[in-house]
């Protein structure tokens, strides 16, 4: 497996995790962000940048992250930016192990997911208080 398609598979395995899809040329000129989050009107529409390295560190510059942020509200203000960073063992091969897969937001957004997530929670156990459910 070559280096290329190491972050060919970082940039399909996120997408499908997060149920997106890889953007039609992603890292080319016109479309410089990877994974594009489905249009299901879902209040988390993310762009993610992905990065993937089989070296021991990776060094994020605050221009790179700015970038980011700023391509991603181009596109549309109501989507987020995200950077998924994933290290792969030096093994470079069929079967190369991922030792760390990170995705990083921004703090505010962050914060934002965290408290739509305890709403959803309490909802849930509104309702299953109120004996409705599945």
Not at 53 to 63: F, N, R
């Amino acid at each position: 497996m070559s280096r290329e398609a190491l972050w060919q598979r970082h940039e399909r395995e996120v997408a499908e995790a997060f149920h997106g899809q890889v953007t039609v040329g992603s890292g080319a000129l016109i479309e410089r962000l990877d994974v594009d989050m489905p249009r299901d009107g879902s209040l988390w529409r993310m762009l993610l940048e992905c990065k993937s390295t089989s070296a021991k560190s990776y060094g994020v510059k605050q221009t790179l992250l700015e970038e980011i942020r700023q391509r991603t509200y181009e596109r549309s203000a109501e989507m987020r930016p995200g950077f998924a960073l994933r290290f792969y063992g030096e093994d470079i091969g069929p079967n190369t192990r991922i030792l760390e897969d990170w995705v990083a937001l921004p703090l505010h957004d962050m914060a934002e997911l965290l408290d739509e997530r305890r709403r959803l929670q309490e909802r849930v156990e509104e309702l299953e208080r109120m004996d409705i459910g599945p």
